[in-house]
C-alpha cells in the first residue's frame, strides 16, 4: 500500500524567506502523480503544484516549486519569498495511475510565516 | 469561473437528525468526490462519481451515509440518522479527467450535538 510521509508537523519562517516543505512516499510503482495542497485557516483546500513521475523536470508555479527526486522518492516543496498569505496547513498527496483516483494523503505541515 | 459550490457552510443538529449536504461542482467537469476531514484521521475519501455514476463507494462508513448525483451539476451527501462522531469538515472535489487535479469546494462543517 502506498503511504505518505510529512515529517514536519509544524514550521516556522520569517516573511521574505526561503522555506523547504518534505514529503517522502513509498510506493512500488511507476506511473503516478504528486500533488501539493495548501489549507488556509478559511479551510479551504487549494491546489498549489502537480507533478507527473514520468516528467523529470521540476514543476513550478510562481513562488512555488518542488524538488522531485523519484529514486529516492521524495518530493518537497519550496516558497521563495515567503509571504503572510502563505500561512497554512500544506498537504502532499499521492495518486497512482490505473487507480481509483484516489489521493493517498500525508499528515500535513502547518506552515507559519511570521511579519 | 465559479468554483465547486457546498452548501451549507456550516450545520449544527442533534443526534439522529437527518443531515444533508449539497455540491454544484465545476461544470464541465466528469468527476466528483466526497470526502471527510477529522484531526484524528486525516482526510478520507468516502465516495466517487464518474459521470453521475457512483464508481466506489467504499469509504462510505456505514449504512447511515448515501450519497446522489441526479445530474451533473449537483451531489448530495446525506447521513440519517446523524451520530456525533460523524462531526467533521465534509468536502466536495470534482476534476477534468480521473488523474486531473481536484478541486476543492470551501466544505461543510458539521457538528452533531
Known amino acids: 500500500a502506498q503511504t505518505v510521509t510529512q515529517s514536519q508537523p509544524e514550521m516556522s519562517v520569517q516573511e521574505a524567506e526561503t522555506v523547504t516543505l518534505s514529503c517522502t512516499y513509498d510506493t512500488s510503482e511507476s506511473n503516478y502523480y504528486l500533488f501539493w495542497y495548501k489549507q488556509p485557516p478559511s479551510r479551504q483546500m487549494i491546489l498549489v503544484i502537480r507533478?507527473?513521475?514520468?516528467k523529470q523536470q521540476n514543476a513550478t508555479e510562481n513562488r512555488f516549486s518542488v524538488n522531485f527526486q523519484k529514486a529516492a522518492k521524495s518530493f518537497s516543496l519550496k516558497i521563495s519569498d515567503s509571504q503572510l498569505g502563505d500561512t497554512a496547513m500544506y498537504f502532499c498527496a499521492f495518486m497512482k495511475q490505473e487507480s481509483n483516483y484516489q489521493l493517498i494523503w500525508g499528515a500535513g505541515t502547518k506552515l507559519i510565516i511570521k511579519p | 469561473d465559479a468554483g465547486v459550490i457546498q452548501s451549507p457552510r456550516h450545520e449544527v443538529t442533534e443526534m439522529g437528525q437527518e443531515v444533508t449536504l449539497r455540491c454544484k461542482p465545476i461544470s464541465g467537469h466528469d468527476y466528483l468526490f466526497w470526502y471527510r476531514q477529522t484531526m484524528m484521521r486525516g482526510l478520507e475519501l468516502l465516495i466517487y462519481?464518474?459521470?453521475?455514476?457512483?464508481?466506489?463507494d467504499s469509504g462510505m462508513p456505514e449504512d447511515r451515509f448515501s450519497a446522489k448525483m441526479p445530474n451533473a451539476s449537483f451531489s448530495t451527501l446525506k447521513i440519517q440518522p446523524s451520530e456525533p462522531r460523524d462531526s467533521a469538515v465534509y468536502f466536495c472535489?470534482?476534476?477534468?479527467?480521473?488523474?486531473?487535479?481536484?478541486?476543492f469546494g470551501d466544505g461543510t462543517r458539521l457538528s452533531i450535538l
Open positions: 507533478q507527473e513521475a514520468y
Open positions: 472535489a470534482s476534476s477534468f479527467g480521473g488523474y486531473q487535479p481536484q478541486h
Open positions: 462519481f464518474n459521470n453521475n455514476v457512483p464508481i466506489d
